[in-house]
């Protein structure tokens, strides 16, 4: 199961390059943004690139997850099982990085950092039609993130074995089920044509 940690960790570094956020006001899309697309401040507003001329909109909390997410597959790639801990670490600092790094773009963040902006002169029913929606590559990297921790805490309680054993025999229960379905539908069709083929012809 060593080994296998690389999977979730490659993919959690992948899904920075899938879009992960869109804001919307009554329904008409305004910003997109891939994970990397945060993290470095570059996003894709009212169909136009934009990037920020300086570092004001990087986000540093997203950087971090990037070096944690590149750290923790460096270990697994350089180092044996000692580093385990270390993976663990990655996993959940990385996870945990994510969540505070976007919570900025949630919907309550936003309406506060305008209001504060604004001086409270903002129509809050105009800011209320906001909507943010997060995608498949956010969603993507917190699921492969905890997939990576889940499998380091295995490894190093020394349990890794057991849930090896556990998802061969779920597994092969699956495949047993899955060939009874099959066997069981494939019955079904030749009783059905059977049937079809003892009904007399019918008269012209």
């Known amino acids: 199961m060593w080994k296998w940690i690389r999977i979730p960790k490659g993919i959690a570094l992948l899904a920075f390059l899938l879009p992960w956020m869109t804001v ?16 470095f401040g570059r996003v894709t507003a009212m169909g136009q690139a934009s990037q920020a001329s300086d570092g004001a909109s990087m986000n540093v909390w997203l950087i971090l997850a990037l070096l944690a997410i590149a750290g923790g597959l460096f270990l ?46 903002m129509d809050q029913a105009a800011l209320a039609m906001i909507q943010v929606n997060w995608h498949f590559g956010y969603w993507l990297a917190l699921l492969a ?32 089920a899955a060939k009874g379905a099959a066997a069981k539908a494939s019955d079904a069709i ?13 008269a012209p």
Request: charged share 30%.
């Open 24 to 39: 919307s006001c009554s329904e008409q899309k305004l910003v997109e943004a891939s994970g990397f697309g945060l993290a």
């Open 76 to 121: 697994l790639f350089t180092k044996g099982r000692e580093a385990v801990k270390l993976v663990l670490g990655t996993s959940v600092a990385a996870l945990l990085l994510i969540i505070v790094g976007t919570w900025r773009y949630s919907k309550d963040a936003i309406m506060a950092e305008a209001a504060k902006n604004d001086g409270g002169a």
């Open 145 to 176: 993130l905890v997939a990576a921790g889940a499998m380091a805490w295995l490894v190093m309680s020394g349990k890794e074995v057991e849930a090896e054993a556990k998802m061969r025999s779920l597994a092969a229960d699956a495949t047993d």
């Open 190 to 202: 030749d009783a059905a044509k059977d049937k079809k083929d003892d009904e007399p012809p019918k």
